[in-house]
């Protein structure tokens, strides 16, 4: 790897403040917590004999799926004090910053209910819809704030790789559980029990409503990473079925979500998921409405280059949710 002055600091202020990521990967420091990061770094070209303020910049291939996988460890070793973590080929390897976000937005959200001092500790249960088999929601989650999660996935082998996982980091041993969801076109239901009482939920749910449409998508993500125009790219951004499509996209799986939220009001603080597509918000909005939710809030976060945001929902009344024990 070409030797290269530290990459100047530019603060990446489209993260949330608390994000220790705003400012950039110091490189050198990652590869020596996993040295395997070393392959994967090079110079961006494009910066190249640019200005002192635009010098050249080292960076990894982030259409590159093992290139992301070797980062994301690094960074869960150097900021997270996970030091055992992999996923299966294929299954989807998530960007840590943005992932990370979620968890202080909806931290953030918490203290709204707590005279503004976010809630930490064990006793904040959180469930996560569709842990995955990289289980990072929960990772994260329980490093930044020490909360505990019971993730859900209908995928065996994604459950069996997080076990793995919780299992090669003791400390994660006691903070989180994971639950097979085994009817698939449920989503609470199985899950929730009456003497629940969940602080939140959480969910970064299936975006497309068919592998087709799914595929389409990767491409024009590798394209525009690569800056070329191809039909047959590699696609290494992984995902199984579940993880990127289901019947009726993302607008379907939230919907159906919300229906379902509304048998178990008082078993949860607050219902949240990830919406990619700000086209489904009115909609969304408007299923809401007919379960009587007391109160709506949607927050706007930035995911890699695009904007997502966060719906969350209560049927808490205000008395209620300043009478939740965290």
């Known amino acids: ?18 994000n220790k990521h705003r400012l950039g990967y110091n490189f050198e420091h990652l590869i020596t917590e996993n040295p395997e990061l070393k392959n994967f770094v090079a110079v961006n070209e494009h910066n190249i004999g640019s200005s002192d ?8 291939d982030f259409s590159n799926s093992e290139a992301v996988k070797a980062l994301n460890k690094a960074l869960l070793i150097a900021d997270y004090d996970i030091h055992n973590w992999n996923i299966p080929d294929n299954y989807l390897c998530p960007p840590i910053p943005g992932r ?3 968890i202080h937005y909806v931290a953030d959200l918490l ?22 088999a990289n289980c990072i929601y929960p990772i994260l989650g329980n490093s930044v704030y020490g909360w505990s999660f019971v993730g859900t996935e209908i995928d065996e082998k994604a459950i069996q790789n997080c076990k793995k996982i919780i299992e090669e980091n003791p400390r994660l041993m006691d903070a989180i559980s994971l639950q097979l969801q085994i009817e698939s076109r449920f989503i609470f239901k199985n899950i929730i029990t009456p003497e629940d009482r969940f602080s939140l939920t959480i969910c970064n749910p ?8 799914a595929t389409k998508s990767s491409i024009r993500k590798v394209n525009n990473l690569e800056k070329t ?13 579940a993880e990127l499509w289901c019947e009726g996209g993302e607008l379907g799986f939230v919907t159906e979500m919300i229906f379902e939220s509304a048998k178990y009001p008082m078993q949860c603080l607050w219902f949240t998921t990830l919406v990619s597509k700000k086209e489904n918000l ?11 939710v007391v109160e709506v809030k949607t927050i706007d976060m930035a ?3 695009k904007t997502s945001r966060i719906l969350a929902w209560t049927f808490q009344s205000e008395a209620q949710q300043k009478a939740w024990k965290f």
């Open 1 to 18: 790897m070409e030797k290269l002055k530290p990459n100047p600091i530019i603060e990446k202020t489209n993260l949330h403040p608390r």
């Open 282 to 292: 009115t909609s969304l909005y408007k299923t809401l409405n007919k379960v009587n």
């Open 100 to 102: 990370v976000d979620y």
């Open 53 to 60: 303020s635009e010098q050249a910049k080292q960076t990894v």
């Open 206 to 213: 299936p975006f497309h409503n068919s592998q087709d449409e």
């Open 111 to 132: 203290a709204s209910n707590n005279n503004g001092i976010i809630p930490r500790g064990e006793n904040v249960q959180v469930l996560d819809i569709g842990v995955g």
């Open 229 to 241: 125009r191809t039909k047959n790219p590699t696609l290494n951004f992984g995902g199984q079925n």
């Open 303 to 305: 995911q890699g280059h």
